[in-house]
């Protein structure tokens, strides 16, 4: 499974270039991988297997798949899925539709070798792959706004690239390579040093700026907001908890390991995320900057439960990873579906329209209930699970804190939810009509995917997060 | 020990022509800049025994990529002797915090490594197949970076290219 679904996308690219083909093309053929993506995971005999199997004839990779790769293959594929089918409603021409289909291509790849490497520097190659293929897709518009929230993506992840390459050359001195089995032992080794100290820290600084936690947030909003509402799903759903959080997981999960410094960071780190994100959100007037700070809140409840240090931690951060990729990618839908309907995204210009978008306002306050941790949505289980991890790893002021940010989550939901969809309808939107089923569609599978996720909620832990770290 | 020296002073001269390349205000200038870094780092790899990666360096970093820099440029109009005067008092505004920047973190990576007393696990070991072996160890790197490129060529393509009906979206 795991070589195939790094060349295959590539193969892909290279197919519908030579000879060029046509928008549609791309974007059908794009559809169909993200499709065989997320089977493959559960069917590897779909051809996943055999592919990968001709292709180590040619190639001898340094690849693996383990139950945490698996989880953030199967929401890449959902995210992606679903991203470009929001893309297409929003695409004007052949050529557009053609570009973002490649580059949506390009980023899968991406984020495919990065969560099958075993070796840090090649983690680092495959975020830089993520990383180039986001700038484009931000600024492939080429709107003013656009352009700056790329280019600030741009300047604040280099900052973050030079730190990881630095920490990985500090390693490499350490261990003799960047492998992550050299590096956990000369960890255990030489775990004192100050130059593996270092090491770590600066990879989990860069991480943090990747991941978008605060203090390090400043390029998010930006990016999220002014980024096209399918490429906003792309962001929002799976791209910063791929190159932030993810390698944030892995990082510790397989390499350096949880010290009570480390878990500390976390810990402090998350609950000003958690804090100030939620209470910025509550100020904004923009849809998509109230969804881009919620991400910044919600990625900090996904480094508190890091915090705790444990194999429940973990698991609950993963599900929380999966959780937040569905609703999340929910929400930047339902928020293309207004700004196609009203042309605009400003949250105060709004009112009523649940009465004219029924199906968009229905599934976006299932995804602000999953968001604010109310049973039996998918976001209540893996909350629950997340104080349940800092409880018992003794973390309880955390714990509170998780359950009581809670509320500011509901605070800043709510008002969004009200001002947008509830109360009287404004005059100016009488001829607003519900959003085309391309729109409604993704909204209703993924709200399924909440509900599903919820009331399934043992079946999913028992068959997919707590076999990924280890708990039986 | 002299070797150290050596290795010093060319780490200090690709400090001192990154910074000269990032602040100067003539384009061409930078560019040429550019190219001095590209060498430096070839020497370095030089004197770091790793002979293939300083030729790719050399020919790549320092020729291929900076006569097509300097193709680019000799398109597009420079800044006039007004515009560079005034550009010139905002970047000494925006750089005077540098060298200070610079400073600390010298000395703050200099404290770091004062009480370090150890060797390299493997220093020794790992330099011969990291040589000899580019493709052999590191064929995903390699897979990794021709995604950058392909994910370039649309860059350009998709943000550099001037379509008469522009604007992305309805």
């Known amino acids: 499974m795991t070589i195939s679904l790094i060349f295959v996308p590539i193969i892909l690219v290279i197919l519908l270039n030579i000879p060029r083909l046509s928008g549609k093309a791309a974007y059908y053929a794009a559809l169909a991988f993200f ?160 130059l593996v100290s270092a090491a770590t820290m600066l990879f989990i600084t860069a991480l943090l700026i990747k991941g978008g936690i605060i203090p390090f947030h400043a390029w998010l909003s930006g990016a999220y907001a002014e980024a096209p509402a399918g490429v906003s799903v792309f962001l929002g759903g799976i791209i910063t908890k791929t190159t932030g959080i993810f390698t944030l997981i892995r990082f510790f999960y397989s390499v350096v390991g949880f010290s009570e410094n480390i878990k500390t960071v976390l810990l402090i780190a998350g609950s000003l995320s958690i804090v100030i994100g939620a209470l910025i959100a509550v100020t904004q007037k923009d849809f998509k900057r109230v969804l881009a700070y919620s991400s910044i809140s919600q990625v900090g409840y996904i480094v508190l439960a890091l915090g705790a240090g444990t194999a429940l931690g973990i698991g609950a951060a993963l599900f929380h990873v999966f959780n937040h990729a569905v609703f999340k990618s929910l929400l930047f839908v339902n928020s293309a579906s207004v700004e196609k309907e009203t042309g605009r995204l400003d949250i105060d210009s709004f009112g009523g329209l649940g009465y004219k978008m029924p ?114 | 020990m002299d070797l150290m020296y050596v290795h010093i002073l060319l780490l200090a001269l690709l400090v001192i022509f990154s910074v000269l390349a990032a602040v100067n205000l003539r384009i061409i200038r930078a560019a040429i800049l550019l190219a001095t870094v590209s060498l430096v780092t070839t020497f370095i790899l030089f004197a770091l025994k790793t002979p293939l990666a300083a030729i790719f360096e050399l020919s790549v970093c320092a020729g291929l990529i900076t006569v097509i820099f300097i193709s680019v440029i000799s398109l597009t109009n420079p800044l006039t002797r007004e515009e560079r005067a005034d550009e010139k008092t905002k970047m000494f505004k925006r750089a005077v915090l540098l060298p200070v920047i610079v400073l600390v973190c010298g000395g703050a990576f200099y404290m770091l490594t004062k009480g370090v007393d150890f060797i390299p696990v493997a220093a020794g070991a790992v330099s011969k197949p990291e040589q000899g072996g580019m493709w052999n160890m590191r064929q995903l790197d390699l897979v990794g970076q021709v995604i950058i490129i392909l994910a370039g060529v649309f860059g350009v393509a998709a943000l550099f290219k001037d379509n008469k009906d522009d604007g992305g979206e309805k």
């Open chain 1, 35 to 194: 499709a065989w993506q997320f089977l493959s995971v559960f069917f590897p005999f779909l051809g996943s297997q055999q592919i990968a199997d001709l292709i180590s004839k040619f190639f001898n990779l340094n690849v693996y798949a383990d139950g945490i790769s698996k989880i953030m293959i199967i929401s890449a594929a959902i995210t992606a899925f679903v991203s470009l089918i929001t893309s297409k409603v929003f695409a004007k021409r052949d050529s557009r539709l053609f570009a973002l289909s490649n580059l949506m291509l390009l980023a899968a790849a991406g984020i495919n070798g990065l969560v099958f490497a075993r070796d840090l520097f090649t983690m680092y190659v495959f975020i830089e792959v993520i990383a180039v293929a986001s700038y484009i897709l931000i600024a492939i518009d080429k709107k003013d706004g656009a352009l700056e929230g790329g280019f600030k993506y741009l300047i604040i992840s280099s900052v973050a690239t030079v730190m990881m390459l630095f920490s990985a050359a500090l390693f490499f001195l350490v261990a003799g390579s960047t492998g992550f089995a050299e590096i956990s032992l000369a960890v255990k080794d030489f775990g004192a040093n100050p």
């Open chain 1, 359 to 472: 199906i968009t306002s229905g599934t976006a306050a299932i995804a602000f209930l999953s968001a604010a941790g109310i049973p039996p949505f998918s976001g209540f289980w893996s909350k629950l699970l997340i104080i349940l991890a800092l409880w018992s790893a003794n973390c309880k002021g955390f714990a509170v804190l998780a359950v009581l940010a809670s509320l500011f989550t509901m605070a800043y939901f709510l008002n969004l939810q009200k001002k947008v969809f509830f109360g009287e309808l404004n005059a100016q939107l009488e001829d607003v009509r519900e959003a085309p089923l391309a729109l409604t569609l993704p909204a209703m599978f993924l709200c399924a995917l909440t509900i599903g996720a919820g009331l399934l909620f043992p079946y999913v832990l028992r068959l997919l997060i707590f076999p990924a770290v280890g708990i039986v």
